[in-house]
Each structure stands twice: as structure tokens, then as C-alpha cells.
């Protein structure tokens, strides 16, 4: 059992856990955040998840862990590894079950005053044009022939049906296509589940919202992303449904025994794995690009409907009911990168071909870096933090210090601090949506229970983490925002 006194402090806002701790670690293991963070690190097993991954073949540098870690299965949520190409692994339990569940923010030139009277209307149209809940069908049924193209197009087959504009494109990360993605990678029964959910909400802790800009920190990259105090903004936070689930599933099965038949030593089953470059590994990669190009697909066909609503509520009410998109991030999600590293194995720095895995985990990219959009390329890549129904959420920007420390990688919300199970002892749905309502947010949900299981209280203030990636040097503030309405599954 690992404890708090095990831990080295680096800095601030950086604690260490020495690769001899455990002579089976063959890299050190950090934890970004405060005292406060770092204290609520041990209350599950994410600390032991996290040494676990330390463990792995092929990983460089460090595990790490953002400050909104917490369990989840084989990596915790919030880890960040990066293994090497030529002779590392990739698992399943590094990315999660929702492949790129992820975040979209939409900005408006409405001033909230303006948009008030018509608050309830808008949310009533938006709850209707974008399903939502548990194994609920979505906006758009797909023949099998249109399936395989959204899973192997992602975005790029939204725009070719009308329901994105280029603009989104290029404000979405990896322009909302994977490459290497492979229809034929994705077995029938994630298919099945896929097939009839494109363009919905899910449940859990997806949501909808309506917010307004609440603070603004960096006022020329707000201006640069559209963001203006008192505006209407929208987030999407959702995934790849119930075909994610199921690809992740197919290949958690699948790898069960490449462990022993490629000699890897995994310390814990849930972190089975292959060689990156194997058959069973190139397999994965190309399932898990398919279902996270069915997530970016399914994110921008919410964005269309979620402007129709718009459209239809506040069109000859408003000045400009329009939206434009301020950026689509991922948070679950295995990618090949190339990256900088210092001194490895005593060869001085080098570029790397890595396999960089972040769950619960947000990529932050430096101003200039190539892959940013144009629009981007002086302030640094938007990175979107939410909060809990009842909090703030913030708009961050990637930096340097970040691609040096954690292969530009940051936190992806708030975290949560307790079960569901727990959170459902706690209050029922009813209480919640009355103390929101309180707080003067609108809320519709299809599940009480659910709501309930979402509670602001199950999650870790997202300031703190904002502020802990803030001091670690991971990401720089830009704008706050409030949540005025939003909708559960």
C-alpha cells in the first residue's frame, strides 16, 4: 500500500513517488496538484492504479496523474502515460470504455439579459431536437453503409450531410477524423448499438448546457476564441454511446491472453495490453479510431441540432442567434505523437514516436504547435475544463511547460470525489434539481436518479483543479463561465 509519505514534493504543485520504490516500476510515478489535491489523491485506489502503470513496458518519463484523478479501471481517470512506439504496449483500460468522450463549446454574441426571457423555451427546444438517457435513440438513424462511413470519416461525414460547418472542422481536435480507422475493426454488436444512437446525449455524467461568461482572464485570447463577459455559451460533453462501450469491451476480451503470449508483465488484469505494433495492437488502434470518429460525428450532429434549436426559439427575438464553435477536445483517447524527450536511457534529448494515452485527461498544446488550426497558432490550443451541474467551468489554453512536463496533457474536469452509489445516499434527485433551481439553473433530466448520482457535491471544486494545472504550469486561464440551464440524461 502506497501512502501520502512515500511521496516526494517536486515543486509546488508536483509530487513524486521514486521509480525505486518498487522495483518493478521502470519509471517514477506524479501526481500534479496542490496539498489539497495530493491529500484526496489516496482516498481510492487511484494512487496504486497509478504505480501500476508505472510498471508497464515501453513508458517513458513518468506515469502521471491530473488533479482531478480519481479510480477508474486498470489507468486511473486522470492518468497520462506515453509508451514507445518501437517497443511499447497500448491497453484498453489506458483509453476507457467511452472512446473520446469529450467537450464542445459554442459561443454566441447574445447577451445573457437578451436570452433570459426565452431561457425555458430554449432548453424545452434543445431537450427535444437532442435525445438523451440511457440507451436512447438519436437524431439521426443510419443505414450500415452510413455507419461505416461516420466510423471511418467521423466529422467529415457530418459535413457531408449538412450537419457541420467548416469552421467546426478545423476547431475540432485531429479535425474530427482519426486516421487509421477501420470500420471492419468494430465487431457487429458495437455496430448494433451505434447504429441507431448517432446524434444523442447518453447519460451519466454527460450533459447539456447553457452558460454565461462569467470572468474573463486573458482578454486577447478570449477575443481570438469569440468569448465575451456576460455572453451565451454551450456546452456538449458526451462520447461514442454504447459503441465505444462495446469496442472497448471486444478488446479488453480479446487481449486477455496477449500478456503472457508477448511475455508483458502487468501487475494488474484490468491493464491488459499489446505491443503497439503487433497485430492485436494495430487491431485496437484502428477500432478505437473508429469509435472515436462515431464520437466526433456524434458530437457535431448535437452542435447542428443544438442550432436549430436556436434558430427556432430565438430567431426575430435576438440580434444573432447564431453559433460558432470554440473547440471539440477529447479526453479518452490513444494517440501516436511525436514528442521531445530529454536524457533516455542515457542518450541526450531526442525526438520520440510515442503511444500517448490520456483518460481523464485533456491534450494542451503550446502556441505554434503544428497541429493547432490557424485561428489558434498564436494563443495556444483551447482547452475546455467543465465543472459540476452547480459550478463554474473554464476555458484554459495549452502551454510550453505542458508539453515538456506531460506531453502537452492537462486536466478534463472537475473529478469526481465520491461513487455514485455514495452521491445517491446523499440527497435525492428531486433535492438536487431544487437546490439547483435555487441557484437559478434550469435543469431538465429524463432520470432523478441519475441526477442525483451527478450532484455537484460527488465532485471534486473545479477551481482547485483549474488552479493546480494553472500552478504546475499546464495550462493558462482564459475565461470562466456559469451554467444557467442544462440537461441530463
Known amino acids: 500500500m502506497v501512502h501520502k509519505n512515500d511521496f516526494e514534493q517536486i515543486s509546488g504543485y508536483v509530487w513524486e513517488l ?41 513508458i517513458v518519463k513518468y506515469a502521471m496523474a491530473m488533479p482531478d484523478v480519481h479510480q477508474g479501471y486498470g489507468f486511473p481517470i486522470g492518468g497520462v502515460a506515453a509508451f514507445r512506439y518501437d517497443e511499447g504496449i497500448i491497453s484498453p483500460g489506458g483509453v476507457g470504455y467511452d472512446i473520446n468522450c469529450g467537450v464542445r463549446m459554442l459561443a454566441s454574441q447574445i447577451d445573457y439579459a437578451e436570452l433570459e426571457p426565452y431561457l425555458k423555451d430554449l432548453i424545452a427546444a434543445i431537450d427535444r431536437h437532442c435525445p438523451s438517457g440511457v440507451g436512447g435513440k438519436g437524431a439521426v438513424q443510419l443505414s450500415d453503409k452510413e455507419l461505416d462511413d461516420v466510423l471511418e470519416q467521423g466529422a467529415e461525414w457530418a459535413l457531408s450531410k449538412g450537419y457541420a460547418q467548416r469552421d467546426d472542422l ?4 485531429s479535425g474530427g477524423r482519426m486516421a487509421g480507422a477501420q470500420a471492419g475493426a468494430v465487431e457487429s454488436r458495437a455496430k448494433e448499438r451505434g447504429r441507431p444512437q448517432m446524434g444523442s446525449l447518453g447519460a451519466g455524467n454527460h450533459f447539456l448546457e447553457i452558460d454565461v461568461v462569467d470572468e474573463i482572464y486573458d482578454a486577447e485570447a478570449a477575443d481570438v476564441m469569440g468569448l465575451s463577459r456576460d455572453r451565451v455559451v454551450v456546452q456538449i460533453h458526451c462520447g461514442s454511446r454504447g459503441l465505444g462501450h462495446e469496442v472497448c469491451g471486444q478488446y479488453i476480451r480479446t487481449l486477455q491472453d496477449a500478456p503472457r503470449r508477448y511475455g508483458i508483465d502487468i501487475p494488474d488484469r484490468e491493464l491488459v495490453a499489446a505491443p503497439v505494433d503487433s497485430r492485436e495492437g494495430r487491431e485496437y488502434l484502428a477500432a478505437m479510431a473508429a469509435a472515436a470518429n462515431y464520437a466526433f460525428a456524434n458530437r457535431q450532429v448535437l452542435a447542428h441540432f443544438v442550432r436549430k434549436a436556436f434558430e427556432q426559439t430565438l430567431a426575430g427575438k435576438v440580434k444573432n442567434w447564431n453559433l460558432h464553435q470554440v473547440y471539440d477536445v477529447t479526453h ?7 514528442h521531445q524527450l530529454g536524457s533516455v536511457s542515457g542518450v541526450g534529448s531526442q525526438r520520440m514516436r510515442l503511444i500517448v494515452h490520456r483518460k481523464g485527461a485533456t491534450r494542451a498544446f503550446p502556441p505554434h504547435h503544428p497541429e493547432l488550426p490557424a485561428v489558434y497558432r498564436e494563443i495556444g490550443q483551447p482547452v475546455l475544463v467543465p465543472g459540476s451541474m452547480g459550478t463554474a467551468s473554464y476555458v484554459l489554453v495549452g502551454t510550453a511547460s505542458a508539453m515538456d512536463e506531460t506531453f502537452g496533457s492537462t486536466c478534463h474536469g472537475a473529478g469526481r470525489t465520491m461513487s455514485r452509489n455514495a452521491a445517491l445516499k446523499q440527497a435525492r434527485g428531486e433535492q438536487v434539481r431544487a437546490d439547483l433551481s435555487q441557484q437559478g439553473i434550469v435543469v431538465r433530466t429524463g432520470s432523478l436518479k441519475g441526477l442525483a448520482e451527478e450532484a455537484p457535491y460527488a465532485y471534486k471544486d473545479v477551481s482547485v483543479v483549474v488552479d493546480s494545472v494553472v500552478g504546475a504550469g499546464l495550462a493558462r486561464k482564459v475565461a470562466r463561465v456559469r451554467p444557467v440551464a442544462v440537461i441530463k440524461g
Open 332 to 338: 479518452n483517447i490513444a494517440k501516436i505523437e511525436e
Open 170 to 173: 478545423e476547431r475540432t481536435e
Open 18 to 58: 521514486p521509480q525505486a520504490y518498487d522495483g518493478r516500476m521502470r519509471v517514477p510515478a506524479r501526481i500534479y496538484g496542490n496539498a489539497e489535491v495530493f491529500e484526496a489523491a489516496f482516498r481510492d485506489s487511484s494512487v496504486e492504479q497509478l504505480m501500476n502503470v508505472a510498471m508497464l513496458p515501453g
